[in-house]
C-alpha cells in the first residue's frame, strides 16, 4: 500500500495518512542549525551538535513511538468543547482530513477538524538558528469559532545525553524567564553557558505554562493534557524538573476567517560580558556584567538577540519572504544536476528522475550534514562525523556546495594523526577526534584520498593540496594536505600482513568485521576491543579500495609533478594488485578477509560467509580481473549466491553462530546488517563494477532494487521512507526479508547518487573534464541530463536509438564534433549544448 505520492513538481513527497508504517520524517536546516520533523510534527532540534546543543527533548525507545515535538492542541467552544492535536499525534486525533508535504527544506501539515482547517508550515530559514513554525486557522464553517489553542515543546536541557540519565541533577535546574509571549528557557545560563532557548509567538497570548507537570498533570501523557481539557493556562513559572513552553491563545474566528500565527523556536547566544542586562526602578537598562551590581538593582538575562530574531520574522509575509528564499536556494542547488523526467519515457524511470534529480540529492545533502549523529535510529549522543563516513558523503555532495566540502576536508584531516592513521570519528562542535571510538579502522586513511580526490575532479582546485593542516589538531603538527595524503596512503604500505594485503586493525569498511577482538564479555565494544593484536588479519577489501584510490593518489602526484613519488605509488599499486591476484582471489569470486590465525574468510571453505559482496564491488571497480574474466566472473557470482529481489544481501550463507574469531558481523541474526542483510550501501558499488564491464541493464537492475521510490507501493513491509535510501533492508534469511530500517543517515545516500550520475548515466567529472560514459539497459532510448561544473552548465542529450548498453560513437559539442569523450572545461559561466550519440 501507499502512505502518500510524489509531487514531482513541488519537488514534495505527500503524505496522506498520518499513521504510516514508521514515522516518516524530514530534516529542516542545511547550515548550522537542524531539525528532524516527522510527519506528526515529532522530532527534535539542535544547534550543531545533537548531543550538546539540543533545544527539545525527544525520547528515543519510547511506547508510542515518536514521542516529543512541537505540538498544537485545539479545543473548540463551539464543537461541544472538542479536544484534538492537528499534526494527529500526540492525541491521535480523528481528522476530517490530512496532508503532510515534505519539502526540501520544510514540511507543511495540514489538517481539519469540526470544520476548523489547521496549517503548520516549518522551516529552519537560512542565515538563523530558529525553527519557525507558520501556523493558521480557517473557519470552515458558517458560525463564528471559538478555539483555544495551546503550543507545545518540552525544553531538552542541553546536553541530551545527561537529560536522559542524571535525574539528580538535572530536575533541580531547570529556569525560565517569560516576557510576553516570549518563554525563555535558560537552564545553566546562570553559570556557565552563554545560550538560551526562546519559544515565542508574535501575537497577544491569553496565558502561558512552563511547568510540565502543572500543564500535563503527574499522571497524564502527552495525549491527554489536564490543561488543554480545562481551556485555561496556569501561568506555571518552572522551578527545576521539567520545563516547557506552552502559549495558550484564545482565538475568534468569523465563518471563513482565517488567523495566522508566526511561532519561532530559536537557539540565541550572548558574548560571555553581555550576557546579563540589570535595571532598576526607573527600567534603566544597562548591559554592564553583573558583578558591578549594586543594592537595588535587578538583573536579567540579555535578551537583544532573541528580540532581533523575532523582530525578523514578525509577520507571515517575512515568514513567507524566508521560505522563497530556501526553496530558491534548493532551486539552484538542484540545477547542478537535472535529469529530464520527460526525456525518460520508460514505464518506471520517473522513479529514477525524481531519486536522482531530487531526493538522492536532498539525502546527500542531510548525511553531509549529519553524517551517522541524529535521526529516528541514531540517537544523536553516540556517534559525532564519521571519518570514513565523512568523506564518503563527499562524493554525493561536492558539486552542491564545492566550498563546504573543502571545508569538511581540512576538518577531517586534521582529526589525522602523524602517521596516517585517523581517529575514527570526531565531535562536530569540537572538531576533535573522539577517544571512546579511538582509532585502528585501517581502511580509513584511504577515503581521506577518495574525498579529496573527488573534491579535485569537482573543482580542479589542485590549491587544496598546500592547505596547511595539522595533525590531531595539534598546530605544530601542521603540513600539507598532499602530506595528508601522502601519510594515508604510506599506511596502508607500512602496515600488511604475511600475504602483503592490508593489516584490518579493527574493522574496515564493515565495522562487523572484527577479525581482532575476541570478545566473550556480553556488553563490550566489538569496535573498540581488541584482546589479541595478531598483526595477522588482512583484508582484501583494504586492498581493493587502495588500488581503487591509488590510482587517483598517483595521478594527483603526476598532475602535481611530483614524479618520483607517482612511480612510488604506481610500484605499490601494482604490488597491492600482486597480492589480491596471488592470495585473494577464490576461484569464482574474491575473497574478503584473512583471519587472526590466517584461515580465509569468503571463501568457498568456509561452511559459512563463503562469499562476500564488498571485496567483489571493490576490486572490480579498481579494473582488477577485467581482462582475464575473473570481474566477470566476480560479479556473475555476487548475482549467483548474493542477488535477491530487494537488493544484494552482504555475504552467503549467513553466520547462524557467534565467531569470537570474526566480531560483530556474526552476532547479528541471520538476514540483519551486516550479517547476510541487504546492507544498501555496498549495492551501488556492484551497480559501478557491473558498469566497469559495461553490463547496462544488469547495472540499472541492482540499482533500482534499492531504490526506495520503486517500493513507494509495498510501503507496508519496506515500512522506512519512500523517498530515501536506508542503511539496511532485511534480507533473505530474515523473518521479515524486505523491510528496510535506518533511513536516511547512512552511506548509500552519497553512493547511489554516485552510482546512477556518474556510472550509468555516465556524466563523470574526471581530471581533465567531464568524462561521458554511459552504461544504460539497452531499451532505454536515451535520456537528458544538465549539468554544473566549473562554472558552465553542461546540456547533455544521449541518444541511444542504436539500443546499446554502453558505448559513445560520436559527441558534438556546441555544433562541433569532438574528439574523444571527455567535455572540456569551459569555465566560461555559458551553457553548452552537448549530443551524444551511442553505438
Ligand atoms: C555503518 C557505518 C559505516 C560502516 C558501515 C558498515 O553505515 O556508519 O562507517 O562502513 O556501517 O559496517
Ligand atoms: C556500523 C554497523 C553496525 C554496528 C556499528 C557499530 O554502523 O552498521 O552494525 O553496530 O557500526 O559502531
Not at 145 to 163: I, Q, R
Request: proline share 5%; aromatic share 12%; charged share 25%.
Amino acid at each position: 500500500m501507499q502512505y502518500g505520492y510524489f509531487d514531482d513538481d513541488a519537488r514534495e513527497y505527500v503524505i496522506t495518512r498520518p499513521d504510516t508504517p514508521f514515522p516518516w520524517i524530514n530534516y529542516l536546516g542545511c547550515e548550522d542549525f537542524f531539525s528532524l520533523f516527522s510527519n506528526t510534527a515529532g522530532g527534535y532540534c539542535f544547534y550543531r551538535d545533537a548531543r550538546m546543543l539540543r533545544l527539545i527533548r525527544y525520547r528515543y525507545n519510547n511506547v508510542p513511538v515518536n514521542a516529543g515535538g512541537r505540538y498544537f492542541y485545539l479545543r473548540d467552544k463551539t464543537a461541544y468543547g472538542d479536544v484534538w492535536t492537528p499534526s494527529w499525534l500526540p492525541m491521535k486525533s480523528v481528522l476530517d482530513r490530512y496532508e503532510c508535504r515534505h519539502g526540501m527544506g520544510y514540511s507543511v501539515i495540514s489538517s481539519a477538524c469540526n470544520g476548523l482547517a489547521f496549517s503548520q508550515l516549518s522551516f529552519v530559514p537560512l542565515g538563523d538558528t530558529c525553527e519557525i513554525h507558520k501556523v493558521t486557522l480557517t473557519n470552515e464553517t458558517n458560525a463564528v469559532k471559538n478555539v483555544d489553542m495551546f503550543s507545545f515543546v518540552e525544553f531538552c536541557l542541553w546536553n541530551a545525553n545527561d537529560d536522559m540519565t542524571n535525574f539528580q541533577r538535572n530536575l533541580s535546574i531547570g529556569e525560565v524567564e517569560i516576557d510576553g509571549s516570549c518563554i525563555y528557557h535558560i537552564t545553566e545560563y546562570r553559570e556557565r553557558r552563554n545560550h538560551y532557548a526562546v519559544w515565542a509567538v508574535n501575537s497577544p497570548i491569553d496565558g502561558f505554562d512552563t511547568d510540565r507537570q502543572v500543564f500535563l498533570g503527574l499522571y497524564d501523557g502527552f495525549e491527554a493534557p489536564v490543561t488543554v481539557f480545562n481551556g485555561k493556562s496556569n501561568n506555571s513559572v518552572a522551578a527545576g524538573w521539567s520545563p516547557i513552553g506552552s502559549h495558550h491563545i484564545k482565538a475568534q474566528l468569523a465563518p471563513g476567517e482565517s488567523k495566522t500565527y508566526v511561532f519561532i523556536l530559536g537557539y540565541c547566544e550572548n558574548p560571555e560580558d553581555q550576557k546579563w542586562i540589570r535595571f532598576n526602578q526607573n527600567d534603566l537598562l544597562t548591559t554592564e556584567p553583573p558583578t558591578k551590581y549594586e543594592d537595588g538593582w535587578l538583573k536579567a538575562i540579555n535578551k537583544k538577540p532573541a528580540e532581533d530574531l523575532l523582530q525578523k520574522y514578525n509577520t507571515p509575509e517575512a515568514v513567507d519572504g524566508a521560505l522563497a528564499a530556501l526553496k530558491d536556494y534548493w532551486k539552484n542547488l538542484l540545477s547542478r544536476f537535472t535529469l529530464d523526467p520527460l526525456s525518460l519515457p520508460r514505464h518506471g524511470d520517473k522513479n529514477m528522475a525524481r531519486m536522482a534529480g531530487v531526493w538522492n540529492q536532498y539525502q546527500c545533502m542531510v548525511t553531509f550534514n549529519m553524517s551517522r549523529s541524529a535521526s529516528y535510529f541514531e540517537s544523536g549522543i553516540g556517534r559525532g562525523m564519521g571519518f570514513r563516513d565523512s568523506n564518503q558523503d563527499l562524493l554525493g555532495f561536492v558539486h552542491l556546495v564545492p566550498e563546504r566540502a573543502r571545508a569538511r576536508i581540512l576538518d577531517i584531516a586534521a582529526t589525522q594523526f602523524p602517521d596516517g592513521s585517523a581517529y575514527h570519528q570526531y565531535q562536530p562542535l569540537t572538531k576533535r577526534g573522539n577517544h571512546d571510538a579511538g582509532t585502528g579502522f585501517n581502511d580509513d586513511p584511504l577515503w581521506l584520498i577518495c574525498g579529496v580526490a573527488a573534491y579535485i575532479k569537482e573543482t580542479g582546485d589542485y590549491g587544496i593540496l598546500d592547505e596547511k593542516v595539522p595533525f590531531n589538531n595539534d598546530e605544530k603538527l601542521s603540513d600539507t594536505l598532499f602530506i595528508h595524503l601522502k601519510r594515508s596512503f604510506d599506511y596502508t604500505v607500512t602496515h600488511k600482513g604475511p600475504h602483503g594485503l592490508p593489516l584490518i586493525g579493527r574493522a574496515d569498511w564493515n565495522d562487523c568485521l572484527n577479525l581482532n577482538c575476541f570478545s566473550k564479555t556480553p556488553g563490550e565494544s566489538f569496535q573498540t576491543t581488541a584482546n589479541y593484536e595478531s598483526g595477522i588479519a588482512e583484508s582484501v577489501l583494504i586492498a581493493a579500495i587502495f588500488a581503487f584510490v591509488g590510482y587517483d593518489y598517483a595521478e594527483i602526484c603526476r598532475r602535481t609533478n611530483r614524479i618520483e613519488e607517482t612511480e612510488y605509488a604506481e610500484k605499490e599499486i601494482a604490488a597491492m594488485i600482486g597480492a589480491i591476484d596471488q592470495h585473494g582471489w577464490d576461484g569464482k569470486w574474491f575473497l574478503r578477509a584473512y583471519d587472526a590465525y590466517g584461515k580465509k574468510i569468503g571463501s568457498r571453505e568456509c561452511n559459512d560467509g563463503k562469499i562476500f559482496i564488498e571485496s567483489n564491488g571493490f576490486a572490480v571497480m579498481a579494473g582488477i580481473g577485467l581482462e582475464d574474466g575473473r570481474a566477470l566472473k566476480a560479479l556473475d557470482s555476487v548475482k549467483d549466491h548474493l542477488d535477491t529481489k530487494y537488493g544484494i544481501v552482504l555475504l552467503q550463507p549467513a553466520y547462524s553462530e557467534y565467531h569470537p574469531e570474526l566480531g560483530e558481523i556474526s552476532s547479528y541474526p541471520p538476514g540483519y546488517k551486516e550479517n547476510a542483510g541487504i546492507f544498501c550501501h555496498n549495492n551501488p558499488w556492484i551497480t559501478i563494477a557491473e558498469t566497469r564491464l559495461g553490463r547496462g541493464t544488469r547495472a540499472f537492475e541492482t540499482y533500482a532494487k534499492i531504490c526506495p521510490a520503486y517500493r513507494e507501493d509495498d510501503s507496508d513491509l519496506r515500512k522506512m521512507e519512500p523517498y530515501v535510501y536506508s542503511q539496511m533492508i532485511a534480507g533473505k534469511d530474515a523473518p521479515c526479508y524486505g523491510e528496510a530500517k535506518n533511513s536516511w543517515l547512512t552511506g548509500t545516500a552519497a553512493w547511489a547518487f554516485v552510482s546512477i550520475s556518474q556510472y550509468i548515466l555516465g556524466v563523470r567529472p574526471v581530471f581533465d573534464g567531464l568524462l561521458i560514459d554511459p552504461c544504460i539497459p539497452s531499451d532505454m532510448k536515451g535520456f537528458t541530463v544538465t549539468r554544473h561544473f566549473r562554472r558552465a552548465d553542461y546540456h547533455i542529450t544521449v541518444d541511444n536509438s542504436a539500443g546499446v548498453e554502453k558505448g559513445v560513437k560520436s559527441i558534438t559539442a556546441d555544433g562541433k564534433k569532438l574528439e574523444g569523450t571527455v567535455l572540456p572545461v569551459y569555465g566560461d559561466g555559458k551553457i553548452h549544448k552537448i549530443v551524444v550519440v551511442m553505438g
